[in-house]
């Protein structure tokens, strides 16, 4: 099993920038696709953008797609979320999640490991 850690989190004006980390332990971290979502007040959780085990496939929603850019270094066990351009709109938790060796889904349902989550908040 893997265990998950975000960290990059914090208060930023509109239009600018935030970059996010996921960190991987106890499993072979390579082996798991990772998706981010989020969760604003008073929303339900929706999924943000993924990643394919290999790094191979990516997957944005379409609100952040030009803005933000998703990344993995395997051998640093991490993944990077590099948000470009903030809105007001983005504010929200911010969860990183993984599945193994598996496609890039955008219900939460179908990732059986979390982290914690890192507030971002964006200020007009």
């Known amino acids: 099993q893997v265990q998950l850690v975000e960290s990059g989190g914090g208060l930023v004006q509109a239009g600018g920038s935030l970059r996010l980390s996921c960190a991987g332990s106890g499993g072979t971290f390579r082996d798991y696709t990772v998706g981010w979502f989020r969760q604003a007040p008073g929303k339900e959780r929706e999924f943000v953008v993924g990643i394919s085990w290999s790094g191979g496939n990516i997957y944005y929603t379409d609100s952040v797609k030009g803005r933000f850019t998703i990344s993995r270094d395997n051998a640093k066990n991490t993944v990077h979320l590099q948000m470009n351009s903030l809105k007001p709109e983005d504010t929200a938790v911010y969860f990183c999640?993984?599945?193994?060796?598996?496609?890039?889904?955008?219900?939460?349902?179908?990732?059986?490991?979390w982290g914690q989550g890192t507030q971002v908040a964006v200020s007009s």
């Open positions: 999640a993984a599945r193994r060796l598996g496609l890039i889904l955008v219900e939460e349902a179908q990732y059986p490991y």
